[in-house]
Nanobody, 128 residues
Framework: QVQLAESGGGLVQPGESLRLSCAASGFTFDHYDMAWVRQRPGQEREGVACVTWNGNVDYVDSVKGRFTVSQDSARSTAYLVMNRLEPEDTAMYFC??????????????????????WGQGSAVTVSS
């Protein structure tokens, strides 16, 4: 049974940092793409960052230079380090996974609809 469990969200002030973690189980971690997807109140889900099974990374433009996605295969865990957080980053952040496939080679890497498995989400609030 596939399980994705996020942790690390919380309330921070603008300019501060957070690290989200996603502990995965029930599948061969090295064969899967991992993504972070966020949903702001009243808006659709937005792919924020992903790391593919073969090590490629992608980011939505609004977080480039501030967020870093990574994974630790030994721990079957994906991470999202978020620096210089802004109020606009306030959202529920979900971890997602899909089986790795070379067809995901461009912007489609971040499309939420291409991901199969989802965690329950971790809330991030950026406010002064």
């Amino acid at each position: 049974q596939v399980q994705l469990a996020e942790s690390g969200g919380g309330l921070v002030q603008p300019g501060e940092s957070l690290r989200l973690s996603c502990a995965a189980s029930g599948f061969t971690f090295d064969h899967y793409d991992m993504a972070w997807v966020r949903q702001r109140p009243g808006q659709e889900r937005e792919g924020v960052a992903c790391v593919t099974w073969n090590g490629n990374v992608d980011y939505v433009d609004s977080v480039k230079g501030r967020f870093t996605v990574s994974q630790d295969s030994a721990r079957s865990t994906a991470y999202l380090v978020m620096n210089r957080l802004e109020p606009e980053d306030t959202a529920m952040y979900f971890c997602a996974a899909r089986q790795g496939n070379a067809v995901y080679s461009g912007p489609n890497r971040l499309w939420p609809s291409t991901y199969t498995y989802w965690g329950q989400g971790s809330a991030v609030t950026v406010s002064s």
